[in-house]
C-alpha cells in the first residue's frame, strides 16, 4: 500500500493506493480521518491541484462530521470519569480507619 499526504488550507489529506484504486480522506480539526471518495488510478498522478480539489468539494461536509464525532466524545467523556476526586461528606475524615479486632 503507497500513500501521500498533502497540507491544504490546515486540512490534512491522505491518499491510499491499493489495488489500482485511490481512497482520499481528510482530517481538519480531529485525529479521525474521514473517508472522501475513491478513484481508480496510480498515486504517481496524484498532485497538490487534486488535494486542493478534494478540499473544495469535502470540507464543510468532513467539518460537519468532525464537530459532531467531537460532540460524541466529549459527551461520552463527560459520563465516565473513574478519577475523579469524589466529594467528602461529613462523617468522613481524612484519617484512615484503624479497627481493633477482639477474639
Not at 482520499?24 to 504517481?44: A, N, P
Not at 498522478?45 to 486542493?52: L, N, Y
Request: hydrophobic residues 30%.
Amino acid at each position: 500500500m503507497k500513500q501521500k499526504e498533502f497540507k491544504v488550507n490546515g486540512a490534512t489529506i491522505l491518499v491510499l493506493q491499493t489495488d489500482g484504486w485511490l481512497d482520499f480522506s481528510m482530517l481538519i480539526k480531529s485525529t479521525r480521518y474521514f473517508h472522501c471518495i475513491t478513484y481508480r488510478g496510480k498515486i504517481e498522478d496524484v498532485t497538490e491541484e487534486d488535494a486542493i480539489d478534494i478540499w473544495n468539494r469535502y470540507h464543510k461536509k468532513v467539518g460537519k462530521l468532525e464537530d459532531a464525532w467531537i460532540a460524541e466524545l466529549k459527551r461520552h467523556s463527560k459520563r465516565q470519569k473513574p478519577w475523579r476526586k469524589r466529594k467528602k461528606g461529613r462523617s468522613e475524615s481524612s484519617e484512615p480507619i484503624i479497627r481493633e479486632i477482639r477474639p
